[in-house]
């Protein structure tokens, strides 16, 4: 099982990046995929989530970040616009079978940081 994400880097507040995560060596459709970010001496947080056409957000990206996936690709993507300093964080791909056991598969993690 692989999941890679891409994307991270440096950006001024106002700007814009597109995160890429992409999975192989499971039934991709099948899982939930999800964005979460850990900040310095900060809790991991679940910032977005897709599974077939329902997705969901935490309240302080709504508006600013989309999630999406393209299943023939392995790939999910989280457009994020209007960035925020303290969006700043390191952002983990997740995916997570909704059925039994619940199998969860993570990425090594992409840093964005958000400073002018």
């Known amino acids: 099982v692989h999941v890679v994400e891409s994307g991270g880097g440096l950006v001024q507040p106002g700007g814009s990046l597109r995160l890429s995560c992409a999975a192989s060596g499971f039934t991709f459709s099948s899982y939930s995929m999800r964005w979460f970010r850990q900040a310095p001496g900060k809790e991991r947080e679940l910032v977005a989530s897709?599974?077939?056409?329902?997705?969901s957000y935490a309240d302080s990206v709504k508006g600013r970040f989309t999630i999406s996936r393209d299943n023939a690709k392995n790939t999910v993507y989280l457009q994020m616009n209007s960035l925020k300093s303290e969006d700043t964080a390191v952002y983990y791909c997740n995916a997570h079978s909704i059925w039994p056991p619940y199998t969860d598969y993570w990425g090594q993690g992409t840093q964005v940081t958000v400073s002018s």
């Open positions: 897709i599974f077939s056409v329902s997705m």
